[in-house]
Antibody, heavy 122, light 114 residues
Framework: EVQLVESGGGLVQPGRSLRLSCAAS????????MHWVRQAPGKGLEWVSG????????GYADSVKGRFTISRDRTKTSLYLQMNSLISEDTALYYC???????????????WGQGTMVTVSS | QTVVTQEPSLSVSPGGTVTLTCGLT?????????PTWYQQTPGQAPRTLIY???????VRSSGVPDRFSGSILGNKAALTITEAQADDESDYYC??????????FGGGTKLTVL
C-alpha cells in the first residue's frame, strides 16, 4: 500500500523557518515525481512545488518562490520542503503527494498524504 | 497571469447528471495541460478521480466508479457525474499543468446533491 506520512508542522513565528518531511513507502520512490500541495483553513487547494524523480526539474508557485525549497533523499525515500521567511499567508495544511510518472510535469497527483499543519503566527 | 477557473457551486438531483468544468482565464485547456480531478469531503485529504499523463488521457483512478468521467468540452476540461448519489456531495478541484514546470488548481466547485 502506498503511504505518505508528513511531519514537521507546527506553530512558528513570522519570519522564521520550518522544514517539512514526507516519508514514502509502498512504492519505488525513486521512480516518481513528487509534489507539495497546501490548503489554508477553509480555502481551496494550492499547488506549492514539484520535483522530477531525479531532481532535474523543480517548480514553485509564485507565492513561495525564493522562500521555499523542495528536495528529496533517495536513500531515505523521503521528500522535504524547507520553508524560510514564513508569513501568515503560509498557514495551511501541507500535503505531500505522489505523481503519476517520473516527471511531475506530465501528470498530476496520484496519492495524497494526510497532511501536516503549519501555523504562522506571533 | 493565467488563472484556472471552476464554477463555485453546482447542484444536482439524486440520479441526475452534472458536468463540472475547468477553464483558463486566457486560452483553451488541451490534453497537454494534463487535467486532473479531485474530490474532497470536509476533514479529509483529497481523492484523485480522473487523471491524464503524456500517454493516457482522462483515466479513472483505481476504485473510482464509472459514473465519473473526464473529457475536454470546447475549450475546457470537464468532469461529468452521472447517476448522482448523496455521497457525491463534496468539493471538486481540477488541476492543470500551465507549463514551465508549474501546476495550478482551480478554486473548486462545491457540489450539492438535492
Amino acid at each position: 500500500e502506498v503511504q505518505l506520512v508528513e511531519s514537521g508542522g507546527g506553530l512558528v513565528q513570522p519570519g522564521r523557518s520550518l522544514r517539512l518531511s514526507c516519508a514514502a513507502s509502498g512504492f519505488t520512490f525513486n521512480d516518481f515525481g513528487m509534489h507539495w500541495v497546501r490548503q489554508a483553513p477553509g480555502k481551496g487547494l494550492e499547488w506549492v512545488s514539484g520535483m522530477h524523480w531525479n531532481g532535474d526539474a523543480i517548480g514553485y508557485a509564485d507565492s513561495v518562490k525564493g522562500r521555499f525549497t523542495i528536495s528529496r533523499d533517495r536513500t531515505k525515500t523521503s521528500l522535504y520542503l524547507q520553508m524560510n521567511s514564513l508569513i501568515s499567508e503560509d498557514t495551511a495544511l501541507y500535503y505531500c503527494a505522489k505523481g503519476y510518472t517520473a516527471y511531475y510535469s506530465t501528470g498530476g497527483v496520484d496519492v495524497w498524504g494526510q497532511g501536516t499543519m503549519v501555523t504562522v503566527s506571533s | 497571469q493565467t488563472v484556472v477557473t471552476q464554477e463555485p457551486s453546482l447542484s444536482v438531483s439524486p440520479g441526475g447528471t452534472v458536468t463540472l468544468t475547468c477553464g483558463l482565464t486566457s486560452g483553451s485547456v488541451l490534453t497537454t495541460f494534463y487535467p486532473t480531478w479531485y474530490q474532497q469531503t470536509p476533514g479529509q485529504a483529497p481523492r484523485t478521480l480522473i487523471y491524464s499523463t503524456a500517454s493516457r488521457t482522462n483515466v479513472r483512478s483505481s476504485g473510482v466508479p464509472d459514473r465519473f468521467s473526464g473529457s475536454i468540452l470546447g475549450n475546457k476540461a470537464a468532469l461529468t457525474i452521472t447517476e448522482a448519489q448523496a455521497d457525491d456531495e463534496s468539493d471538486y478541484y481540477c488541476m492543470l499543468y500551465l507549463g514551465n514546470f508549474i501546476w495550478a488548481f482551480g478554486g473548486g466547485t462545491k457540489l450539492t446533491v438535492l
